[in-house]
């Protein structure tokens, strides 16, 4: 059985060697989400945004917390998972569990996807304006709580553009032990 692992990088999500990666875009899955969003629309090419658009003629918009996959193009992996995370509000408004549920349905949808490794952004930490701290424990927690009951994924890898999120996950994650 191959081993279970959680990894944290900092490097570019589009260049990033695993089976699917996870893009925080908008509740309509066409361009129109933060930078990340357009680099890796950009990284794919024109055909990603011509699957998004025939997605949403099918689904209208996906809710907070829920993924669709697509292919990817020329990117290096082989699908794309796209997510709309929550904008951070002062935490009222349940952001907490709509940021674990974009994580949980991104794990479950690479699994039926049969991915074995999937990368996440920093999600909802930069444009959505989550707090960086919050939103990488809520990541972290979320990973290894889903990974030992995943049958097909057994690589997470956190891949953060900005050295400051790096170091957050990376303290967090030595922190918890592993």
Not at 17 to 42: P, R
Request: charge should be negative; aromatic fraction near 6%.
């Amino acid at each position: 059985m191959t081993e279970k692992t959680i990894q944290i990088v900092c490097g570019d999500i589009t260049k990033t060697k695993v089976d699917a990666i996870v893009n925080c875009g908008t509740s309509k899955v066409v361009i129109g989400g933060g930078s990340l969003d357009k680099a890796i629309h950009e990284a794919a090419g024109p055909d990603l945004r011509l699957e998004c658009l025939r997605i949403m003629e099918e689904k209208r918009a996906i809710c907070i917390g829920e993924c669709v996959v697509s292919g990817a193009y020329k990117l290096p992996c082989k699908k794309v998972i796209h997510t709309a995370a929550p904008v951070f509000m002062g935490g009222g408004w349940h952001e907490a569990e709509h940021l674990a549920s974009c994580y949980r349905n991104a794990l479950a949808a690479a699994d039926a996807a049969e991915c074995t490794s999937i990368a996440f952004p920093c999600l909802s930490a930069g444009s959505h304006a989550y707090p960086k701290r919050d939103a990488a424990q809520i990541a972290l927690e979320t990973a290894r709580s889903c990974l030992p009951r995943l049958m097909n994924v057994h690589r997470i890898v956190f891949v953060c553009l900005e050295e400051e999120n790096y170091k957050i996950y990376t303290e967090l994650y030595s922190g918890e032990g592993q």
